[in-house]
Protein backbone atom coordinates (compact mmCIF):
# COMPACT_ATOMS: atom_id res chain seq x y z
CA UNK A 1 0.00 0.00 0.00
CA UNK A 2 1.22 3.56 -1.35
CA UNK A 3 1.24 6.03 1.87
CA UNK A 4 3.01 9.24 2.17
CA UNK A 5 2.36 11.21 5.16
CA UNK A 6 3.43 14.70 5.65
CA UNK A 7 4.48 16.23 9.39
CA UNK A 8 5.98 19.99 10.57
CA UNK A 9 2.62 22.09 10.39
CA UNK A 10 1.53 24.69 12.48
CA UNK A 11 1.24 28.22 13.35
CA UNK A 12 4.04 30.96 12.87
CA UNK A 13 4.78 34.10 12.74
CA UNK A 14 5.11 36.44 9.67
CA UNK A 15 9.21 36.00 9.14
CA UNK A 16 9.49 32.53 10.21
CA UNK A 17 10.35 29.17 9.56
CA UNK A 18 9.14 25.54 9.37
CA UNK A 19 10.34 22.50 8.05
CA UNK A 20 7.82 20.41 6.59
CA UNK A 21 8.73 16.26 6.25
CA UNK A 22 7.21 13.58 3.97
CA UNK A 23 7.68 9.96 4.93
CA UNK A 24 6.32 7.64 1.64
CA UNK A 25 6.24 3.73 1.61
CA UNK A 26 4.68 1.12 -0.60
CA UNK A 27 6.59 2.32 -4.10
CA UNK A 28 10.74 2.22 -4.84
CA UNK A 29 11.70 5.64 -3.51
CA UNK A 30 14.17 6.18 -6.61
CA UNK A 31 11.79 5.69 -9.26
CA UNK A 32 9.52 8.51 -7.93
CA UNK A 33 9.80 12.15 -8.17
CA UNK A 34 8.30 13.44 -4.55
CA UNK A 35 6.66 16.90 -4.77
CA UNK A 36 5.14 19.35 -2.52
CA UNK A 37 1.96 21.36 -3.38
CA UNK A 38 -0.59 23.24 -1.15
CA UNK A 39 -4.26 24.95 -1.42
CA UNK A 40 -5.55 27.58 0.28
CA UNK A 41 -9.31 27.92 1.13
CA UNK A 42 -10.70 28.94 -2.37
CA UNK A 43 -7.95 28.50 -4.64
CA UNK A 44 -6.29 26.00 -6.69
CA UNK A 45 -3.74 23.78 -5.78
CA UNK A 46 -0.90 25.05 -6.73
CA UNK A 47 2.81 23.23 -7.04
CA UNK A 48 5.29 24.33 -5.05
CA UNK A 49 8.63 22.41 -5.32
CA UNK A 50 9.45 19.08 -6.89
CA UNK A 51 12.87 16.77 -6.33
CA UNK A 52 14.11 13.78 -8.29
CA UNK A 53 14.93 10.76 -6.04
CA UNK A 54 17.27 8.77 -8.74
CA UNK A 55 19.73 12.07 -9.61
CA UNK A 56 18.33 14.70 -7.14
CA UNK A 57 17.03 17.25 -9.65
CA UNK A 58 14.68 19.62 -8.26
CA UNK A 59 12.35 22.17 -9.46
CA UNK A 60 11.01 25.39 -7.77
CA UNK A 61 7.66 27.44 -8.55
CA UNK A 62 8.81 31.07 -8.44
CA UNK A 63 6.04 32.23 -5.82
CA UNK A 64 8.97 29.92 -3.15
CA UNK A 65 11.94 30.37 -5.33
CA UNK A 66 14.66 31.61 -2.94
CA UNK A 67 12.48 30.91 0.08
CA UNK A 68 11.64 27.17 0.11
CA UNK A 69 14.46 24.32 -0.09
CA UNK A 70 13.65 20.62 -1.13
CA UNK A 71 15.11 17.70 -0.30
CA UNK A 72 15.74 14.21 0.79
CA UNK A 73 17.19 11.43 2.77
CA UNK A 74 16.69 8.50 0.57
CA UNK A 75 17.42 6.04 3.29
CA UNK A 76 14.79 7.13 4.99
CA UNK A 77 12.06 7.55 2.19
CA UNK A 78 11.98 11.03 3.50
CA UNK A 79 11.22 14.38 1.49
CA UNK A 80 11.53 17.72 3.71
CA UNK A 81 10.65 21.36 2.64
CA UNK A 82 12.39 23.85 4.54
CA UNK A 83 10.39 26.88 4.44
CA UNK A 84 12.11 30.50 5.34
CA UNK A 85 10.46 34.18 5.32
CA UNK A 86 7.01 32.32 5.76
CA UNK A 87 4.51 35.05 4.89
CA UNK A 88 0.67 35.44 5.69
CA UNK A 89 0.24 34.52 2.12
CA UNK A 90 1.95 31.29 2.26
CA UNK A 91 -0.94 29.84 5.22
CA UNK A 92 -2.62 26.53 3.53
CA UNK A 93 -2.95 23.32 3.59
CA UNK A 94 0.60 21.74 2.25
CA UNK A 95 0.49 18.08 0.86
CA UNK A 96 3.07 16.17 -0.29
CA UNK A 97 2.71 13.69 -3.58
CA UNK A 98 4.15 11.18 -5.64
CA UNK A 99 4.47 10.79 -9.83
CA UNK A 100 6.53 8.39 -11.82
CA UNK A 101 9.73 10.28 -12.94
CA UNK A 102 9.98 10.47 -16.77
CA UNK A 103 13.54 11.08 -16.90
CA UNK A 104 13.10 14.14 -19.23
CA UNK A 105 12.69 17.90 -18.82
CA UNK A 106 9.07 18.41 -20.02
CA UNK A 107 8.05 15.15 -18.29
CA UNK A 108 9.67 16.49 -14.98
CA UNK A 109 7.92 19.95 -15.33
CA UNK A 110 4.78 18.37 -15.57
CA UNK A 111 5.25 16.88 -11.95
CA UNK A 112 4.70 20.36 -10.96
CA UNK A 113 1.38 20.17 -11.76
CA UNK A 114 -1.48 18.27 -9.58
CA UNK A 115 -2.53 16.12 -12.56
CA UNK A 116 1.36 15.03 -12.88
CA UNK A 117 1.15 13.36 -9.48
CA UNK A 118 -0.03 9.62 -8.88
CA UNK A 119 0.13 9.58 -5.07
CA UNK A 120 -1.40 12.33 -2.71
CA UNK A 121 -0.71 12.58 1.32
CA UNK A 122 -3.51 13.62 3.50
CA UNK A 123 -1.71 17.35 4.01
CA UNK A 124 -0.50 19.62 7.02
CA UNK A 125 -2.15 22.57 7.59
CA UNK A 126 0.31 25.85 7.68
CA UNK A 127 -0.57 29.00 9.27
CA UNK A 128 1.52 32.19 9.04
CA UNK A 129 0.25 35.29 11.29
CA UNK A 130 1.22 38.64 10.69
Known amino acids: EVQLVESGGGLVQTGGSLRLSCVVS????????IGWFRQAPGKEREGLSC????????YYADSVKGRFTISSDNAKNTVFLQMNRLKPEDSAVYYC???????????????????????WGKGTLVTVSS
Open 97 to 119: AAGADPGNPLGRSYLMTPSGMDY
Open 26 to 33: GFTFDDYA
Open 51 to 58: IMNNDGGT
